[in-house]
């Protein structure tokens, strides 16, 4: 057990799919996954492990923002032996061919959180996706011909910001769109010397001001669900 997770050593598999949504991960449980077992209820941040094409997979909610998938990556990590981590979530677009329901993957996270300006004082640490998970989800994408962009995704601490404009700043330097998670999940991954890939649709558009509807969504997560359980198993 750890402090949140209430798990027993060996219920969580080695590659774990991590939405921010716990019910996301109740879904996927449910809907992708074989003879799933929910290991922990605390907080209500739901995990399960189950089978894909009988490997074993665990899904786990991250929460939203970098304190709380920081929490739950430091645990599956040191307390679980995880060694994948694979986040699926969903991102607004800031450029304009990145398309509203696309794929995303985070070859790089920016982000504006004090967390990395604390570790590295005067210094500023790149979080990097680990190249062979995202080599298997871009090969996972292409053979389905799926639309999908790579590249500099940010992880913000704000959802609602103060200033309006500021997305623009990092749009001018090529980022692709904006999350809240995946700049830590690189960093603690690498720390530890395990595996990272964040992998997004894109929700909303910061330009056009697009949304997706729910049926939409529910294709688009179809999407990325298949490309994640690729790269996790293969
Ligand atoms: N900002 C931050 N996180 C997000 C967004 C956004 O516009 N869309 C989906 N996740």
Redesign the pocket.
Known sequence: MSIHIGAQAGDVADTVLMPGDPLRAQFIAENYLENAVQYNKVRGMYGFTGTYRGQRVSVQGSGMGIPSISIYAHELINEFGVKKLIRV????SMQKDVHIRDMVFGMAASHDSGINDRRFPAMTYAPTADFELLEKAVAAARSRDYTFHVGNI?S?D??YNDDLEL?KQWAAFGVL????EGAALYTLAAKFGVQALTI?T???H?LSQEQTSSEERQKTFTQMMEVALEAAVS
């Open positions: 979530g969903s991102c607004g940010l913000t704000t959802f997305w769109a904006v999350e809240m997004l894109v929700s909303d910061l």
